[in-house]
């Protein structure tokens, strides 16, 4: 029995190492902690004049962006109730912060005397300078974590099997769209696991844990570009990066409970 944790350890640790640099690799491609959101915001024109307006627009935008991409998030669909407790308890304790913006339209709008300004927004779903806000003691993380297992197996799944359809060219029905339906969740998951803490001793197996969901992740959002762009190279590393995160995920949710 000793001899089994002792090479079970080993086996974690050697993961460990081994995917510090291909999990570099991926999150350089891809952030998977921010949503593209598109808002319009409005601003009134004053005395002062179009200047001051078209300001406020922004400011207006800009903070309907970041409501607009929490509310995305906590209200994205899931399959697992239990889940839906975990996810709600940390998004609602979290703000998001817009990391950049464009502006695609603007607009002086006479009959109303306001200025409207339209703009694409990536806004973060936390701040990375900010520490976890939701601790875990012992009790809870077993009563919680199994629900968090749930949820990614659910989308793990869900990949793979759009990846065995890509693989065996069965494409007829396959859109991007499946892709980007996952994604939301997986982001959410993402969300919840960067803002959890768990007790000292699970948290070496919970970062782990928390790589195979950003290889998943990663994967699912390369097969998505892979749709778009029927580049084969795409679709090598898609399938890469979905073969790592499903050995991760495959020895770390063995031993979950």
Do not use: H, W
């Not at 350890?9 to 598109?38: C, H, K, P, S």
């Not at 899931?78 to 912060?97: A, D, H, I």
């Not at 300078?129 to 659910?154: C, G, H, Y």
Request: a positive charge.
């Amino acid at each position: 029995m000793k001899k089994k944790i002792a090479l079970y350890l080993l086996v974690l640790l050697t993961l460990n190492l081994y995917f510090i640099n291909t999990m570099a690799q991926a999150e350089e491609g891809t952030d998977l902690e921010t949503i593209e959101i598109t808002v319009s915001g409005v601003g009134a024109i004053s005395e002062v004049g179009i200047a001051d307006a078209r300001k406020s627009a922004i400011d207006d935008a800009l903070k309907l962006a970041v409501e607009q991409a929490r509310g995305v998030m906590i209200s994205s669909n899931t399959e697992v109730n239990n889940f839906v407790l975990v996810k709600e308890n940390v998004l609602s304790k979290c703000r998001g912060y817009v990391k950049s913006y464009r502006i695609v339209d603007e607009k002086k709008l006479d009959k109303d005397k306001a200025y409207r300004v339209s703009i694409v927004a990536n806004v973060a779903l936390r701040d990375p300078k900010t520490k976890p806000q939701i601790t875990f003691d012992e009790k809870t993380a077993k009563l919680k974590m199994p629900a968090i297992f749930d949820e990614i197996r659910t989308l793990s799944e869900k990949t793979n099997q759009m990846a065995e359809l890509i693989d065996s060219k069965d494409m007829q029905n396959l859109r991007e769209s499946g892709f980007e339906r996952l994604l939301p969740r997986y982001k959410t998951l993402i969300q919840v696991l960067s803002t959890v803490q768990l007790p000292e001793e699970r948290m070496k197996r919970f970062l782990i844990f928390k790589k195979g969901v950003l290889l998943k992740a990663s994967a699912t959002l390369t097969f998505k570009e892979f749709l778009k762009t029927r580049d084969s190279k795409v679709f090598q590393n898609a399938v890469r990066l979905n073969r790592k995160g499903n050995i991760i995920l495959s020895i770390i949710m063995k031993g979950s409970g």
